[in-house]
Nanobody
């Protein structure tokens, strides 16, 4: 089982990036896929999630209106479109898989049992 993120980079404030996460080795129909981020000196924070089967999406308040999570079933890929980036969005962004065992709130990191290595997003003024 492996999650491989890509698409990070260094951009100016106001610009956009699209992150990708390719999923290998999961029976993904029973999972939710999430994006989290960790800024320097901070804990991991929830950004967005998508129920793979239904396509229903969930967002942190900081992401609403700027970020969009989506998935492509054919390529087993989850995307996170980042628009109107600002300096506070600088972080390592991680893709994660939640098996939806019995219960999930989609935002708690400990409910996700598979994690990618992360991709760095740096936003400068």
């Amino acid at each position: 089982v492996q999650l491989v993120e890509s698409g990070g980079g260094s951009v100016q404030a106001g610009e956009s990036l699209r992150l990708s996460c390719v999923v290998y080795g999961l029976t993904i129909d029973t999972y939710a896929m999430g994006w989290f981020r960790r800024a320097p000196g901070e804990d991991r924070k929830f950004v967005a999630a998508i129920d793979w089967s239904s396509g229903r999406t969930y967002y942190a308040d900081s992401a609403k209106g700027r970020f969009t999570i989506s998935r492509d079933k054919a390529s087993y890929t989850v995307y996170l479109q980042l628009n109107s980036l600002n300096v506070e969005d600088t972080a390592v962004y991680y893709c994660a898989a939640d098996p939806l065992d019995y219960y999930s709130d989609y935002v708690t990191p400990n409910l996700y049992d598979v994690w990618g290595r992360g991709t760095q997003v740096t936003v400068s003024t």
